[in-house]
């Protein structure tokens, strides 16, 4: 199987703080993990690209010091969201690539996150 | 520009009907993937099916078949006899390859609501 957690699933905090989402592939190292965001009713917007060991990538118009993305090892990528605010309220998926599977996606259960 | 057009925004039918989700895309690309994914309502994106630019068998896995179409850049799902458990949205998805920089994001298409009625 190719499983992708992501923890926690839903979290609410207030204004300013920040927070912070785990992604992990369970059975399988993940050369390259994906964070997207989604609206409700909307497509999946890439946010970012993270290689274990490198910088992410952001897509254009999306803040590096907002979003910061840590890739550590091959089965953990963390996103923090720093002062949240409540327009950051959205619905957080990644998405882990393994080395021999080109191309194909595994996706986490996602984390909703609402800022107060 | 690679883009993905799924032009259903929803559609409903009854349990037992057959039902087709239409996907169109554009690339520039000669070697590409494209892929389905299931949304349910709890959020998680299950992968149902890859398929390789060059490969244009179709595909048949259960109630699940997949039309693919280089001639019409179209990559449609159908579902036989729906059942209500397949009520969820269904993402179709291009891979992109980006020279010079990260290779492999998908680019989504809008997404099709399906919802099937018992």
Known sequence: GAVVSQHPSRVICKSGTSVKIECRSLDFQATTMFWYRQFPKKSLM??????????????????????????????LSTLTVTSAHPEDSSFYICSARRRESADTQYFGPGTRLTVL | AQKVTQAQTEISVVEKEDVTLDCVYETRDTTYYLFWYKQPPSGELVFLIR???????????????????????????????????????????????????????????????LSVKP
């Open chain 2, 51 to 113: 398929r390789n630019s060059f490969d244009e068998q179709n595909e048949i896995s259960g109630r699940y078949s997949w039309n693919f179409q280089k001639s019409t850049s179209s990559f449609n799902f159908t579902i036989t006899a729906s059942q209500v458990v397949d009520s969820a949205v269904y993402f179709c998805a291009l891979s992109e390859r980006r020279y010079g920089g990260s290779q492999g994001n998908l680019i989504f298409g809008k997404g099709t609501k």
């Open chain 1, 46 to 75: 890439l946010m970012a690209t993270s290689n274990e060991g490198s910088k992410a990538t952001y897509e254009q118009g999306v803040e590096k010091d907002k979003f910061l993305i840590n890739h550590a090892s091959l089965t």
